[in-house]
């Protein structure tokens, strides 16, 4: 049996979003032509817009189209003018926004004060606001942890924040994990900016968007034509902007029972698993992605059950995609307290909609067998 588990790796295209991309592939305009073809592509592009920012509650003015999340992250973080104060983040980040943070600090135009999350993965609001004093211009807080899936209180921390400090402050969320998965309201969150990633919801890869509050002033981060209003030079992927609209309504519409459904079966799951003797949960099981499980094996590599299971067909992942392979343990798991050979034992398996309850028993049969196999090694 092939069984694709690792959604938060990247998803397989929505099939609406396939064809819409397919359809605007065929045309040839470029947006900023004046010509029939040109203001056609020009009109889908903005009609994506348009739908972006309806699903995410803002105005169409506020969206600007980047080449996927780590653009979003790098271009919230480093060009939002927002002075040179301190900035205040988790030790859990996605890599796209602790990478661009260390290269800063590096580079000694800003000081960084990271906050470890609890040991159930989720941060205290009051930790965060309790930092973000008069000297910090940017608070970059996740929406959702790419391996342990633990939702954080964005709005919580929000209010914090800006009752504590000065309205200069802008609040920053990578929330490339979240949305299309979980209600994204950057309204009812609190957030002058917001990442996102269209290949996390059904979207192709290589295209996502970033949310800037108006009133934030966001200096360019790349030189040349005047697209996205001067602010995101290059002639845009209009086909994958206007797939990445249309699996971001379908993602969103489909939200409830999706989300319902999956976490049932990751539910199944998750009580397999914890059949087998010596095996741990991370992270809280409450505020959770509907899809995530990250656990692990006393005694066994997370690494070894990864490729145990993918010549038993089944894709999961070690950690994050990002981090394996990278020799070091996860950072996101030692943030929250584990040790290194704790943190070298995780595996993470994220399921969707389009996952079965054939699908998550075999998983779990597999996984039986690869731990007491791996253990008797
Ligand atoms: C939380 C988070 N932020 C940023 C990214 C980077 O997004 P992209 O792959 O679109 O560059 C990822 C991708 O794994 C992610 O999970």
Known sequence: MKVYADHAATTPMRERAKAAMIECLEGYGNPSSIHTAGRLAAMKLESARKEVAELLNCRPAEIYFTSGGTEADNWAIRAARYGAGRVVTSAFEHHAVLHTLEAMEREGTRKITRINPEPDGILDPEKVA???????????????????????????????????????????????????????????????????????????????????????????????????????????????????????????????TAAEYTRRLRDKLVDRILEIPGANINGSMNNRLPGNINCRFDGVEGEAVVIMLDLAGVCVSAGSACTSGSGEPSHVLTAMGQTRRDAYGAIRITLAETNTEAEVEYIADQLAAIVKDLRRK
Request: net charge neutral.
């Open 130 to 256: 309790a930092e973000a004093d008069g000297t910090t211009n940017l608070v970059s807080v996740m929406a959702a942890n790419n391996e342990i899936g633990a939702l954080q209180p964005i709005a919580e921390i929000s209010r914090a924040i800006k009752k504590s400090s000065r309205s200069l402050m802008v609040f920053h969320t990578d929330a490339v994990q979240a949305v299309g998965h979980v209600p994204v309201d950057v309204q009812k969150m609190g957030v002058d900016m917001l990442s996102l990633s269209a290949h996390k919801f059904g979207g192709p890869r290589g295209v996502g968007a970033l949310y800037c509050r108006s009133g934030v002033t966001l200096d360019p981060f790349l030189f040349g034509g005047g697209q996205e209003r001067g602010r995101r030079p290059g002639t845009e992927n209009t086909a994958a902007i206007v797939a990445m609209a249309v699996a971001m309504r379908e993602a969103c519409e489909n939200m409830t």
